[in-house]
């Protein structure tokens, strides 16, 4: 069993950044990939692929709407894992939600563990 908690969402303006930290319990963290994913206010708004990192770190995906912009990281010896967001943009705004399973999907589905998710707003 995993339990995953995000942190270090907030408000902040157009151009500026944020971390969010994804802290996990449980022995066997260290051996899951981990996504963000996050999931826009409004009606229809389904639940997007932001980026995810393989246990051991060496490899790394994102969406399109976020390279060059956010990085993630993880530290196994912290069982946390970061996304480290620049140059933040009003469409950013944002339920950003973390998720532990086997390899680096880029679906929500096949996550086994979810966090609760952190508010992430960007201000025009």
């Known amino acids: 069993q995993v339990e995953l908690v995000e942190s270090g969402g907030g408000l902040v303006q157009a151009g500026g950044s944020l971390r969010l930290s994804c802290a996990a319990s449980?022995?066997?963290?260290?051996?899951?990939?981990v996504g963000w994913f996050r999931q826009a206010p409004g009606p229809g708004k389904e639940r997007e692929f932001v980026?995810?990192?393989?246990?051991?770190?060496?490899?790394?995906r994102y969406a399109d709407s976020v390279k060059g912009r956010f990085t993630i990281s993880r530290d196994n010896a912290k069982n946390t894992v970061y996304l480290q967001m620049n140059s933040l943009k009003p469409e950013d705004t944002a339920v950003y939600y973390c998720?532990?399973?086997?390899?680096?999907?880029?679906?929500?589905?096949?996550?086994?563990?979810w966090g609760q998710g952190t508010q992430v707003t960007i201000s025009s």
């Open positions: 998720a532990a399973g086997a390899t680096t999907y880029e679906l929500p589905g096949p996550y086994d563990y």
């Open positions: 449980g022995r066997t963290f260290s051996r899951y990939a």
């Open positions: 980026s995810t990192i393989s246990w051991t770190g060496g490899a790394t």
